[in-house]
Nanobody, 120 residues
Framework: QVQLVESGGGLVQAGGSLRLSCAASGSIFSINAMGWYRQAPGNQRELVAVITSGGSTNYHDSVKGRFTISRDNVKKMVYLQMNRLKPEDTAVYYC??????????????WGQGTQVTVSS
């Protein structure tokens, strides 16, 4: 089975930084994209950032210029460097992967989530 394991969440003050990491493992044929969602209480889950296996990136407008997504294709890992954090960034952050378990089987997978809390 495919597993996504996250780390790096925590409590920081506004203006601070955090770096989230996510490792994909298990039966994986290839990875199309990996990224990060976040969900705050009462809010809809939203895509924060995504990166393809080729390195193309997209960001939610609210984090552009502050967050940077990167990946290591060999290690099957994705990272989210979060700078100049704001209280509005407080949420549970979920790693996700859009991948192929075989050349015919494409699925999305999610990590367990890691809490990011930004205090004012």
């Amino acid at each position: 089975q495919v597993q996504l394991v996250e780390s790096g969440g925590g409590l920081v003050q506004a203006g601070g930084s955090l770096r989230l990491s996510c490792a994909a493992s298990g039966s994986i044929f290839s990875i199309n994209a990996m990224g990060w969602y976040r969900q705050a209480p009462g809010n809809q889950r939203e895509l924060v950032a995504v990166i393809t296996s080729g390195g193309s990136t997209n960001y939610h407008d609210s984090v552009k210029g502050r967050f940077t997504i990167s990946r290591d294709n060999v290690k099957k890992m994705v990272y989210l460097q979060m700078n100049r954090l704001k209280p509005e960034d407080t949420a549970v952050y979920y790693c996700y992967a859009d991948l192929y378990r075989s050349q015919w089987t494409r699925n999305n997978y999610w990590g367990q989530g890691t809490q990011v809390t930004v205090s004012s």
